[in-house]
């Protein structure tokens, strides 16, 4: 079992940032794939980010291209999700997720461990 748990949410003006942080116990971190996902009120999860085990694969939902990033620290055991210049419509809950798999997925459902969240607020 693979326990994440997320911190650094909060609330922000638009055109702030924060920085998001996923740390993870139990299996050996460095052999998973991370990604960040996000749950606005009323909408579907949706995909943010992912990094696969190595670092060498990166992806980002257009929505956000140019303005996160999406990092990991093995040594660690944590992965980070700067997010700048923040947007009225990047308030949701944000999610970690861990998948096993080791290849890089913007698919909810090929995620295996979940984080409980951390809301993100931005105002205008």
């Known amino acids: 079992q693979l326990r994440l748990v997320e911190s650094g949410g909060g609330l922000v003006q638009a055109g702030g940032s924060l920085r998001l942080s996923c740390a993870a116990s139990?299996?050996?971190?460095?052999?998973?794939?991370m990604g960040w996902f996000r749950q606005a009120p009323g909408k579907e999860r949706e995909f943010v980010a992912t990094i696969t085990w190595s670092g060498a694969n990166i992806y980002y939902a257009d929505s956000v291209k140019g303005r996160f990033t999406i990092s990991k620290d093995n040594a660690k055991r944590t992965v980070y999700l700067q997010m700048n210049i923040l947007k009225p419509e990047d308030t949701a809950i944000y999610y970690c997720?861990?998948?096993?798999?080791?290849?890089?997925?913007?698919?909810?459902?090929?995620?295996?461990?979940w984080g409980q969240g951390t809301q993100v607020t931005v105002s205008s």
């Open positions: 139990g299996r050996p971190f460095s052999l998973y794939t």
């Open positions: 997720a861990a998948d096993d798999s080791r290849r890089a997925t913007v698919l909810l459902g090929e995620y295996d461990f």
